[in-house]
Nanobody
Framework: VQLQASGGGLAQAGGSLRLSCAGS????????IAWFRRAPGKEREFVAA????????FYTDSVKGRFTISRDNAKNTVYLQMNSLKPEDTAVYYC???????????????????WGQGTQVTVSS
C-alpha cells in the first residue's frame, strides 16, 4: 500500500487542522493506520492509531481529548482532526500502515511496514 499524507500547515495555538492519509489499493480497509510525529531534535513518537475495522482507536496521552482519528474506507483515507493545537504539537506528521499489527505493538514504529512522506504542522503561540 502507498500512503500520501496531506493537510499540514500553519495554525495558531488553540486552532485546528485536519490531516489526511490517502492510501492506494483495494485492500486499504484491511490495514491498521497510525499517525506518528517527529519534532525538531526529537525521536519519532506515536500520536494515534485506528484498527482495520475502524472500531478501535488509540491515542498518546498528550493528544487525548484534542485529536480524533477516523477513517473512510470508501475513500481509502484516514483523518486526524487536531483541535486545541499547542506549540508543542509542531512536528512533521507521518501516517503509517500495517496489515498485522497486534495491540501491544500499536504504538511502535517497527510495527508498521508502510509510511507516507510526512506533512509539516507548525503551531504558533
Amino acid at each position: 500500500v502507498q500512503l500520501q499524507a496531506s493537510g499540514g500547515g500553519l495554525a495558531q495555538a488553540g486552532g485546528s487542522l485536519r490531516l489526511s492519509c490517502a492510501g492506494s489499493g483495494r485492500t486499504f480497509s484491511r490495514y491498521s493506520i497510525a499517525w506518528f510525529r517527529r519534532a525538531p531534535g526529537k525521536e519519532r513518537e506515536f500520536v494515534a492509531a485506528i484498527r482495520a475495522n475502524g472500531g478501535n482507536t488509540f491515542y498518546t496521552d498528550s493528544v487525548k481529548g484534542r485529536f480524533t482519528i477516523s477513517r473512510d474506507n470508501a475513500k481509502n483515507t484516514v483523518y486526524l482532526q487536531m483541535n486545541s493545537l499547542k506549540p508543542e504539537d509542531t512536528a512533521v506528521y507521518y501516517c503509517a500502515a500495517s496489515s498485522s499489527v497486534i495491540l501491544s505493538q500499536i504504538s511502535r514504529t517497527q510495527a508498521y511496514a508502510y509510511w507516507g512522506q510526512g506533512t509539516q504542522v507548525t503551531v504558533s503561540s
